[in-house]
Structures are given as C-alpha cells and as structure tokens.
T-cell receptor, first 110, second 114 residues
Framework: RKEVEQDPGPFNVPEGATVAFNCTYS??????FFWYRQDCRKEPKLLMS???SGNEDGRFTAQLNRASQYISLLIRDSKLSDSATYLC???????????FGRGTSLIVHP | DTGVSQDPRHKITKRGQNVTFRCDPI?????LYWYRQTLGQGPEFLTY????????KSRLLSDRFSAERPKGSFSTLEIQRTEQGDSAMYLC????????????FGPGTRLTVL
C-alpha cells in the first residue's frame, strides 16, 4: 500500500460547482498535512496546511480525519483558474521529509 | 525575482553521460530538498540538506546520484552514467528554519536521456 494515495481523476466540473478530493495516508504517526497545487508544467505551490480542527481559506476548506486516516479538500464555486493538479502531502513526526501523493487532476470547464 | 532558481531548465543527454544540475534557494532558507517527478506522479524525495549537511537520502537514490551543498547556499545534483529511466523533472525546494513544511519549489530541470 502506498503511503499517500489519491484518486488521479480527472475531475471534470462546470464553473460554479463544488468539488471535493480525498487523500488517504497509511502511517498513523503522520503529523503534518498539506495541499499543494501544481499547474501544468509548473512547480508545486503550497495551497494550504491542514489542521486538526479543519481550516478554511476563501473558497477552499481542508479537513483531517485521523481516525480514518484521510484528509480532504473542498473547493466551492469553482473557477476556470482552479484547473490544476492538487497534491496531498503528509509528513511523519520527527522527519523533515514530506511524502507527496500522485495528485488529483481538476478540470473546470465553462 | 528572489524565488528558488534552477539551472539548466532543460537538459538532453545521451545514455551514459554525466549531468549536473544547480539549485539556488531563497537566500535565508537553510533547508534544501531535491525531488524527482515523472509524468502523472507526485514529487519523489531524493535528498535533503540543512545548511551544508546532507541529512537524509532516499533509499531510491542509487550511487550514481550525488548531491552537494558546499557552503550552505546553492546545491548541485549530479547523475553519473545516465540511464533512460533517469528522464524526469528534477525539482529543488527550500524552506525556512522552523517552517520546514512550507517548501518553495524552483521551476525544475527537465532531463531527457536518449
């Protein structure tokens, strides 16, 4: 089983839709969780950290479920510019090394 | 532009040749990471420096790969005797002390081994 698993998609949604991605992780000792965004042929950029209590940044909401070992990303009112690959990132306690998922592709169409 | 820079952006080489890539991190960042990314996959960790010390290396990193960060500033990644399977995007990232989780990536070096 991979350490971090994501559905590669693509998720194809119309503008204005709400879309959610999940990411599962296998190491119960994982302590830090993040979502990065990667545009086509560009480098990854941090979208948001995922806190135990959940967190929201504008149209984006991230949540952590430790019992089931997954994190989620919810995007409301999708924009064309949200089209990208969303990478789930997990780091175990005591290590500075993050593990990236393979990413979930989102395509927002008019 | 004071972001992470990488050079070259593209490299085409023949199998068996050696290649070297350079990464210049954001100036005050003491941590520097190298990753490899292939199509349809997320970045895969290769190695990590804190200042000039190489603290971790992936078990996937064969002995053909070596990285240095001699003065704790820029870093180089060398691949000796390249193989076609080395074709990938090589990404460098840096982070601030105490904020290792917020990594800033460079644009990457795309390597094609013929």
């Amino acid at each position: 089983r991979k350490e971090v698993e994501q559905d590669p998609g693509p998720f194809n949604v119309p503008e204005g839709a709400t879309v959610a991605f999940n990411c599962t992780y296998s190491n119960s000792a994982s302590q830090s969780f993040f979502w990065y965004r990667q545009d086509c042929r560009k480098e990854p950029k941090l979208l948001m950290s995922v806190y135990s209590s959940g967190n929201e940044d504008g149209r984006f909401t991230a949540q952590l479920n430790r019992a089931s070992q997954y994190i989620s990303l919810l995007i409301r009112d999708s924009k064309l510019s949200d089209s990208a690959t969303y990478l789930c990132v997990v780091r175990s306690g005591g290590s500075y090394i993050p593990t990236f998922g393979r990413g979930t592709s989102l395509i927002v169409h008019p | 532009d004071t972001g992470v820079s990488q050079d070259p952006r593209h490299k085409i080489t023949k199998r068996g040749q050696n290649v070297t890539f350079r990464c210049d991190p954001i100036s005050e960042h003491n941590r520097l990471y190298w990753y490899r990314q292939t199509l349809g996959q997320g970045p895969e960790f290769l190695t990590y420096f804190q200042n000039e010390a190489q603290l971790e290396k992936s078990r996937l990193l064969s002995d053909r790969f070596s990285a240095e960060r001699p003065k704790g500033s820029f870093s180089t990644l060398e691949i000796q005797r390249t193989e076609q399977g080395d074709s990938a995007m090589y990404l460098c990232a840096s982070s601030l002390p105490g904020l290792a989780d917020t990594q800033y990536f460079g644009p990457g070096t795309r390597l094609t081994v013929l």
